[in-house]
């Protein structure tokens, strides 16, 4: 038996022997560009996470959290990766097809990788200076005043200098080892057809997969990590890059009155709004305009009273004695018995702008920027300025800053106010911190105004104080410090109360006093954190009407909220007139009865709060129904279906009546 071989074929055999390695390595090649910056980026991530755990052991242990911490991790990772790196990913096969085409894309792959390798580097160094201030990854608080870069820089430079400092040098090391890591190499890589085909769909599918987060019916967002009570142990499994891009991604919704907790009829929803405001339902008569009513005072007056509201800049309940806080605020404290005070007040939300909706305008909190920032609210949206000038009013706005900030001048030209006087009003011998003029400064311009004012016209004066902010500047030799050194927020809140004394009392010996009702109130906490899902702790802020016509003094211990100050400002200057307010009254006896009720904004998080239940609703989570008590919020035993129903219709209306225009 004889063997034939056919030579022939041999050569053939030979080369496709040969293609297999070569092309396993051409495709080790096209890959090579992308998991390195991807590998260094979870290095990054995980390194990160791993100092946030360590920092914030003690309340990850509490809630239970560490496998969470590190699996959830893993996954968000992925979805980063995934987002990040899909398309890139996808592109990159086809580009191997060429030699001269793969040598430019290598190149943009790398600089590609070493930008979001930068950012993100860059988010997670500046995480925790963010948590520590709002004991959150960052957000889109983040990003709000990129636009002010004076008050930012100032503020970075004297307050942040050791993050700063830090990122300087951790950054370029990044970028430094980065570069030499992925330096490319010289080996030519071309893929043939087919298997770039192959390539670019499996990467683009496994990426893409990775970025969705999941196989359930909606791609992975923040709630599949929101498991345990505590917000920030939620929000540690994910990056800070994601973080802040998702609540950019939210900011799009701005315009139509940002999230939607849930869904009720827009008829159910009027219903149970008006219900709550306690009035009779006949009262409300204007179709076009479902809240609008017609309030009569209670408290008749011969002639307009005058109005000055002094909000106060960050001034939580902890930093005020009168409130079981720190023994910061003895003229405060003083005057509290005084007047009409407020002992459970709380805040609508965490920002300036956010106070100065609810107690300026009456309007309740969204998940959206607020109002003072929006397009559709720059014109025709009640204020109390506006109300007043059908009253013949004149109103007016001081500020120690630039009073563009935040689009505040705007806001209140449009609305009502007649004028703004700001730092370039202030004389030259102010004390000009980052933030602008001292209180003391802003308030002795105030009441120079309030003086000459005719005796025959009435006057409504909004001042906003600035020096209880970081960096917490303030004019030497006014207060004995209370700690040390001088710029902390604990001597700038003394600081604060000290101009605050020393203006009611001009105003007590001045003619405008006796016909002049004074509401001092915080726009928000210093610093809203915790260790549950919406700190109600940090809302809590002092507020009390005094003056002149204030006869008789009293505390008022319902539960209360921003949004009832200006209708029950209203009925205390003696006027009568209509508006689209849902706050109450509170000095009528029949409000103070009620189960009192304040409506809380934490980030993407509402909470509404009557008595001690509390109804807290997140995006694309079912709300939760809790017990707020002895400062602690825990899960309740019983559900509360009409109370679910009030929380929903009132974060509904928040965004029918800025889309509406209702509030005007």
């Known amino acids: 038996m004889s063997i034939r071989i056919n030579v022939s074929t041999l050569p053939t055999l030979y080369s496709q022997r040969e293609q297999l390695p070569s092309a396993t390595e051409a495709v080790r090649n096209v890959l090579r560009p992308l998991w390195r910056p991807m590998l260094a980026t979870l290095l990054v991530l995980w390194l990160a996470r791993l100092g946030l755990a360590i920092w914030l052991a003690p309340r990850v242990q509490e809630a239970g959290a560490w496998s969470h911490l590190w699996w959830q991790g ?191 009829p827009e008829k159910q929803v009027i219903q149970r709004v008006r219900a709550e405001t306690g009035l009779p339902l006949a009262v409300f008569t204007d179709p076009a305009v479902p809240m609008r009513h017609r309030q009569v005072s209670l408290h008749p007056a011969p002639r307009p009273r005058n109005l000055v509201i002094v909000l106060e800049e960050s001034l939580g309940a902890e930093f005020v004695g009168a409130l079981g806080g720190l023994p910061l605020t003895p003229n405060l404290d003083r005057l509290a018995q005084e007047g009409l005070w407020f002992d459970q007040l709380y805040a609508t939300g965490t920002r300036s702008v956010r106070g100065i909706e609810a107690v300026v305008a009456g309007y309740p909190p969204t998940s959206s ?113 209370y700690d040390a050194p001088q710029a902390t927020v604990n001597n700038a809140v003394k600081y604060a109360d000290h101009a605050l004394g020393r203006f009611i009392e001009q105003a007590k010996a001045s003619p405008y006093w006796a016909n002049t009702l004074f509401l001092v109130v915080a726009d928000h906490n210093s610093r809203v954190y915790g260790q549950s899902l919406i700190p109600i702790e940090r809302f809590h802020i002092p507020g009390l009407i005094l003056g002149g016509p204030i006869e008789r003094p009293q505390r008022i211990s319902t539960v209360a909220s921003q949004i009832d100050l200006a209708p029950t400002l209203i009925s205390l200057m003696g006027l009568s007139g209509e508006h689209p307010l849902i706050g109450r009254d509170l000095s009528d006896p029949a409000q103070q009865a009620r189960a009192g009720r304040a409506i809380l904004q934490f980030d993407k998080v509402q909470a509404y709060m009557e008595g001690a239940q509390v109804v807290v609703m997140q995006p694309d989570t079912p709300a939760k129904l809790m017990r707020y008590a002895d400062g602690t919020l825990s899960e309740a035993t019983a559900d509360n279906a009409p109370l679910v129903e009030k929380a929903l219709a009132h974060s509904q209306y928040a965004q029918m009546a800025y889309r509406e225009r209702w509030h005007r």
């Open 74 to 264: 893993l996954r968000f990772d992925a979805v980063w990766l995934g987002l990040i790196w899909a398309l890139p990913a996808a592109i990159t096969p086809w580009m191997a097809r060429h030699p001269t085409s793969w040598r430019v894309w290598i190149q943009l792959l790398r600089l590609y990788g070493g930008a979001v390798l930068l950012f993100v580097a860059f988010m997670e160094l500046s995480t925790p200076a963010f948590i520590a201030q709002y004991d959150s990854r960052p957000n889109y608080l983040f990003v709000e005043y990129l636009g002010h870069v004076q008050e930012l820089a100032g503020t970075l430079i004297k307050d942040q200098w050791l993050d700063l400092l830090v990122a300087a040098v951790v950054l370029p090391t990044v970028g430094l080892v980065y570069a030499k890591a992925t330096r490319p190499t010289s080996t030519v890589t071309t893929l043939r057809l087919p298997i770039s085909m192959v390539l670019s769909l499996v990467l683009f599918g496994a990426l893409a997969l990775a970025g969705r987060g999941t196989l359930g019916h909606r791609p992975a967002n923040p709630a599949l990590a929101a498991v345990t009570p505590d917000h920030l142990v939620n929000e540690l499994p994910l990056s800070s890059a994601y973080t802040l891009l998702y609540a950019l991604h939210l900011s799009r919704k701005n315009e139509d009155g940002g999230i939607t907790y849930g869904h009720l």
């Open 369 to 481: 920027v607020s109002t003072v920032k929006l397009a559709k609210s720059q014109r025709d949206f009640f204020t109390l300025a506006r109300f007043l000038k059908g009253q013949d009013y004149t109103s007016t706005f001081f500020y120690g800053g630039e009073s563009h900030f935040d689009n505040m001048r705007g806001f209140f030209m449009g609305n009502g106010f007649d004028q703004v006087q700001d730092q370039h009003d202030m004389p030259d011998t102010a004390f000009m911190a980052t933030w602008g003029a001292s209180d003391g400064d802003v308030m002795d311009r105030a009441h120079q105004h309030f003086l000459a004012q005719p005796a025959d016209k009435p006057f409504f004066g909004l001042i906003f104080t600035s020096s209880n902010h970081a960096p917490f500047e303030f004019p030497d030799g006014q207060i004995e410090l």
